[in-house]
Every structure is written in structure tokens, then in C-alpha cells.
């Protein structure tokens, strides 16, 4: 059985649709991020990055003891490998899937996520507009990365549905709120309509949706707290004992 610890976001969905994909049985802990949950102590021994989604698979191939596995990526290729699904091991396919594996999680993920950040703060923090335009046309960049390589393929890895597209897939759900214009990219557009028809994909996204929460009907005060442990993180001590 698959425990992943998961919170209703593009990493954690990401993650969902491929476990979905599997038919891997699996069950949710939920890890509230705008309550502190990825900062406790006990969280902290799965992902000492304090971040979301974490894994543990209480039944390893090997027969052992448990095995716990942090970062996105590394769950969705561990997953992969598990189940002998969508990443193939020759080695060819094997590096031409994990190279935009590693892709998303360097580019994608943290340039888009910038790119919402700073389009929804507005200017409560101060004038904003050099981070939006530079985080937004980053984006488009991004997108048109996507765009040129699907152009000549059905997928990013080539002619096979691999944890390329699934890993990529969730973070361009948003594409209205990071101020882009799918049209543009009509590969691209090809591409996410036909992954997102996907039942399991539908499924996986799914999960969790009674888990979130408007933050922008929330108390300002409760919003000030939230974006605070979201946004405004330094280093942790090193814990006692």
C-alpha cells in the first residue's frame, strides 16, 4: 500500500493522476500547508525540505521494511518503476522521459508557481509589476517550449503517455491565471485537451477537492497567517535531540 502525504496542488495532483494511471492501491494523509502540517517533526522525518507531497510504500518490492521517498519526481519514478507503467527502462526512452521529468520540476513547476504568486498578490506587497511581467512572460516561454516540442510528437517523451506528461500536465491547468492564451500554442492546446479527457487523469485531479480552501474568503487576518507560512519561510533550527 502507497501512504502519500498530500495536499489539492499541481505536485500533489501530479502524483494522483499517476498512482490513478496504475490502478496502485493507495490512500491519502492529508497535509494541510496553510495550517504549518509540513512543519511538524513528524513530517519533517519523510521531507526534511519541509514541502509537499511525500511518500511511503509499506510494501516495497524488496520485501523490507518501508521505504519513504520525498520530491515529486522521485515519487513518480519510483511509482513507475513499481508498477512497470509509463517509463519505459531501455535506456533511450529511460533518459528521454527523465529528462523532462527533471525539466518540469526545474522549470516549469517553480516559474509557474512564481508566475501565480506574484499575479495574485497585486500590490499588497508594493509595486509588483516588474515580478508579474517577469514571471509571466517566463511562463509563456515555458508554454512555448511545450508547444515546440509537441509539434512533431504526441507526447514529451515521444510516441508513448509516460510520467513526462503527467508530471507536466497539472501545472498547466492554471494557464488563464498565469495570463496565458492557450490558442497561442496549438500543440500544446492538442496536448492538454487529450490528457486532460483521461479518466484516471480526471480522477486524479480529483482527489482531495473537498480538502481545499477559498483562501480569498477567508478573514484578512487569516489570509495575512497563511501567506506568511507559505511565503515568508527562513531556516528551521536543527532539532533537539
Same mark, same amino acid.
Given at each position: 500500500? $502507497? ?13 494522483? $493522476? &499517476? ?18 502540517? /509540513?512543519? *511538524?517533526?513528524?513530517?519533517?522525518? &519523510? ?17 523490507? %521494511?518501508?521505504?519513504?521517498?520525498? +520530491?515529486?519526481?522521485? $515519487?513518480?519514478?519510483?511509482? %513507475? ?14 533518459? @528521454? ?16 508557481? =512564481? ?9 499588497? +506587497? ?9 514571471? *509571466?512572460? =517566463? ?17 514529451? %517523451? ?13 501545472? *498547466? ?8 492564451? $492557450?490558442? =497561442? ?7 492538454? @485537451? ?29 489570509? %495575512?497567517?497563511?501567506?506568511?507560512? &507559505?511565503?515568508? /519561510?527562513?531556516? &528551521? ?5
Amino acid at each position: 500500500m $502507497i501512504e502519500l502525504f498530500y495536499w489539492p496542488t499541481p505536485n500533489g495532483k501530479k502524483v494522483t $493522476i &499517476l498512482l490513478e494511471e496504475c490502478g496502485l492501491p493507495y490512500r491519502i494523509t492529508p497535509v494541510n500547508i496553510g495550517r504549518g502540517d /509540513q512543519f *511538524t517533526r513528524e513530517f519533517l522525518r &519523510l521531507n526534511p525540505n519541509h514541502r509537499m507531497p511525500a511518500m511511503i510504500d509499506h510494501a516495497p518490492a524488496d520485501g523490507g %521494511a518501508p521505504i519513504s521517498v520525498f +520530491e515529486s519526481g522521485a $515519487i513518480m519514478m519510483y511509482i %513507475a518503476e513499481k508498477a512497470g507503467k509509463f517509463w519505459p527502462q531501455d535506456i533511450r526512452t529511460r533518459y @528521454e522521459v527523465g529528462q523532462w521529468v527533471m525539466w518540469q520540476m526545474a522549470n516549469q513547476g517553480p516559474k509557474l508557481g =512564481e508566475c501565480g504568486h506574484f499575479r495574485r498578490l497585486g500590490d499588497r +506587497e508594493g509595486d509588483q509589476s516588474y515580478a508579474v511581467r517577469r514571471f *509571466t512572460d =517566463e511562463a509563456n516561454r515555458l508554454y512555448g517550449v511545450l508547444n515546440n516540442r509537441l509539434h512533431d510528437r504526441p507526447y514529451l %517523451a515521444g510516441s508513448e503517455y509516460t510520467i513526462a506528461d503527467m508530471i507536466a500536465y497539472p501545472w *498547466t491547468v492554471g494557464w488563464k491565471a498565469q495570463g496565458q492564451d $492557450i490558442d =497561442e500554442f496549438p500543440y500544446f492546446k492538442r496536448w492538454f @485537451e487529450e490528457i486532460g479527457s483521461r479518466p484516471a487523469v480526471q480522477r486524479g485531479m480529483a482527489v482531495g477537492s473537498e480538502l481545499s480552501t477559498d483562501v480569498t474568503k477567508l478573514p484578512p487576518e487569516e489570509q %495575512a497567517r497563511i501567506r506568511k507560512i &507559505l511565503y515568508n /519561510q527562513r531556516a &528551521l533550527p536543527v532539532p533537539d535531540g
